[in-house]
């Protein structure tokens, strides 16, 4: 029979990342319009959802690779009311994130560490990009998609090169005393890759 008049024997077309991957993404926060400056929540990034969790609603674009500008959304929890489960792994994640952006080891707790891990608010997460794991999750419908669970940071050996000419970028200071960024080489990026399972930030099922 002809390949095509039986189609059994077809690939099914996924457009799902592989697990694991890495790549250079760049976050793109969706604003909500919530704001709670006693939390530092300002600027209208953050969204509060119809069970009262609050969260920024992130849009990963792959940069290089063969993913190139697909784009991966995930949420990053602030709130929730069902326990602080969600708004940890949400600092965690962020905190991975400045970590890879910034180019600091996460074991690195000098001054200068501990000021490229703070921000002035989520502007300045607003377009920051940095080396991503990508994992796979569902969506409401129980079908697959991609999430960004972790970030890479220089402690991994595929970072350098995943991160090229931006690595450990010039960031603002967001504490008074103004500590300078660190400097760091710039190696030739290449393509997203496979790599090892992904960490275990991620939006539990009670929060959505």
Do not use: C
């Not at 760049?26 to 400056?37: A, E, K, N, Q, V």
């Not at 940890?88 to 200068?112: C, F, Q, T, W, Y």
Request: glycine share 12%; charged share 20%; net charge positive.
């Amino acid at each position: 029979m002809s390949a095509w008049s039986d189609f059994n024997d077809a690939k099914t077309n996924t457009n799902v990342i592989p697990k694991g991957t890495l790549a250079k993404v760049r976050l793109s926060i969706r604003p909500g319009g919530f704001d709670d400056p006693s939390q530092g929540w300002t600027g209208g990034y953050a969204t509060r959802g119809s069970t009262g969790a609050v969260y920024l609603n992130g849009e990963f674009t792959v940069l290089e690779g063969p993913y190139a500008r697909r784009k991966i959304f995930t949420l990053i929890g602030l709130y929730s009311p069902k326990g602080p489960d969600w708004a940890n792994m949400g600092r965690s994640l962020v905190r991975g994130m400045l970590n890879s952006a910034r180019g600091i080891s996460d074991k690195d707790n000098s001054p200068e560490a501990q000021t490229a891990r703070r921000i002035r608010g989520f502007a300045d997460l607003d377009g920051l990009e940095f080396v991503a794991r990508i994992d796979i999750g569902t969506d409401t419908n129980g079908e697959e998609k991609n999430e960004i669970r972790g970030a890479v940071t220089p402690d991994h050996k595929e970072y350098g090169a995943l991160m090229g000419a931006t690595m450990a970028m010039p960031f603002p200071s967001a504490t008074p005393s103004g500590s300078a960024p660190m400097p760091a080489p710039a190696p030739s990026p290449v393509a997203a890759r496979p790599a090892t399972a992904p960490t275990n930030v991620t939006r539990p099922s009670w929060a959505r």
